[in-house]
């Protein structure tokens, strides 16, 4: 097998994954403070520390740089929230829609520009950017489904087809991330935990 390509003594594949890295942290960087669309290409890759051949070899366009971070961040918070549910021993309903929220938003407000880059910077860039948002809502809906469907099955919720509630659910709580983000009122995240476990519990548990 031939040897792996290298420059400087570093392999050409972890340099790339280096530079890769290095861009994504400036784009939540600037996305964030600057905002996206006032952020320019020279911006992000004087952060970075490269050159603009330099972004160009990694990324098309800074839409691209955008839907990979925003890919991330969602990602990042459903693995987490997936593999607590998968592990949790109890079966109490509300005891596992309470771990299902402080998961999320722990995921998601640990680092507040996380924040910012999903629910404000990203909102109404592109037809692109709206799909990948169309997807996730999607995906989150059927996690939601799932936990409801368990709520039903202990007898705690009628059985009915929860798809649009579980659709309604991820977009008050995201409505509530972006309140969070978008106005001079600090809200805890406490206050928004409270908020978002109260309205999936009676969402749920609503007669039919």
Known sequence: MAAERSYGGVPLARRREERRARLLAAGVELFTSVGYQQTKITELCAAAGMSNRGFYQEFETKEALLLELYVRTNQLAHDHVSQTLTSLETTDPAARIDVLVDVYLAAVTSDPRLARLNYVEAV??????????????????????????????????????????????????????????????????????AEAKALILASITRSA
Request: glycine residues 8%.
């Open 124 to 193: 109404g860039v592109s037809p692109a950017v709206e799909a990948l948002h169309v997807d996730w809502v999607g995906r989150w809906s059927e996690l939601i489904m799932h936990e409801a469907d368990r709520v039903a099955a202990a007898g705690l919720a009628p059985h009915r087809d929860f798809r649009l509630t579980a659709i309604m659910i991820v977009g008050a709580i995201t409505g509530l991330l972006r309140e969070w983000q978008t106005h001079t009122a600090d809200y805890p995240t406490s206050e928004i935990a």
